[in-house]
Every structure is written in C-alpha cells, then in structure tokens.
C-alpha cells in the first residue's frame, strides 16, 4: 500500500486511495498490520538513527577542521610573537652593552666601581646575546624556585614602589 503526502489530491485520486485503503484492511489481519507498523517504525528508526550518525560525523569533522585551524594560528601567532621578543632581547642587549660603554668613558668613579659593573653588564649583554626567549624563561623560573622569599620580597617592593609612582 502506498499513501502519498503532499500529493495533490483529486476526486478520483481520493477515491483511489480509499480503495487502496479498503482492501488493505480487508485483507490483512491485525498481526499482520501490527507487524507492517513496526517493520515501518524499524525502518524509519534506521533511517534516523544514520542520518544523526552522518550529522555527528559532519559536526565532528567540522570540530576538527576548527582546532586544526586553532592550532595553526597559535603557531603563527606564537611563532611571531617569540620572533618579536628576541629582537627586543637583542635590543636590550645592544643597550646594557651601550650603557657599560658610557659608564666606562664618562664616570667619575674609581676604576675599581666602573670594572665591577661594567663586567656585570658585558655578563648581562653575554647571556641576553645567548639566550631566546625560552632560555631566558626557563632561568627566570630556576631562580625563582632557587630563592623564592628574595623574590616575593623584591616583588612587593617594586609593585608598591610602582604604585606609588602610578598612583600620585
């Protein structure tokens, strides 16, 4: 039996589908229209059962292409933005270096205050010359588990310092 929706009906058509209707009830017993509805239900119940199977395979395939595109971008973004910072590294190195040649041609101090900090500084330009940004990273955090109460102590002294000066 075959009942179509959305079919333009006309009289001859409906009385058609009467028909049609008449002899499937007459000659089908109530088992075997029970049987019908459910091999109907079974059939309905796969169909939807692969369809949000296939929609849920698009939404995961989608999901993916999003954090592979995630990915990519943060890659790019922290490949630029460690580019960024070792020129800045290098630019602070090629200061101190600056700062310890000023020191060393126009102070008045004695010769033994000038050689102790301009070593430290050619020291600091050495390591900020050598390192990346990971390298200066990974120093910063071994010092800070090395002396963690000098830290906190600078921190706060520097944070009030810089709030006062903020904050005036």
Do not use: C
Not at 22 to 30: F, T
Not at 68 to 94: F, L, M, P, Y
Not at 108 to 113: A, K, Y
Not at 119 to 140: C, K
């Amino acid at each position: 039996m075959n009942f179509r929706k959305n079919k333009p009906t006309t009289k001859a058509h409906a009385e058609d589908t009467a028909h049609q209707a008449a002899d499937y009830l007459r000659s089908h017993s109530a088992d075997e229209m029970a049987d019908d509805v459910r091999d109907k239900v079974g059939e309905m119940t796969d169909d939807v059962r692969d369809k949000v199977g296939e929609m849920t395979d698009d939404v995961r395939d989608k999901a993916d292409k999003v954090v592979g595109t995630v990915r990519e971008k943060s890659d790019e973004i922290g490949t630029h933005a460690s580019a960024k910072i070792n020129g800045v590294i290098s630019g602070a190195s090629q200061k101190v270096s600056d700062i310890g040649t000023a020191i060393r041609k126009h102070t008045t101090w004695n010769q033994s205050d000038k050689a102790t900090l301009s070593d430290a500084l050619e020291r600091s330009e050495h390591y900020l010359e050598d390192q990346d940004v990971d390298g200066i990273r990974g120093g910063i955090e071994t010092f800070i588990r090395r002396y963690p109460i000098p830290v906190l102590v600078i921190s706060v002294v520097v944070s009030f310092i810089l709030g006062r000066k903020i904050f005036r």
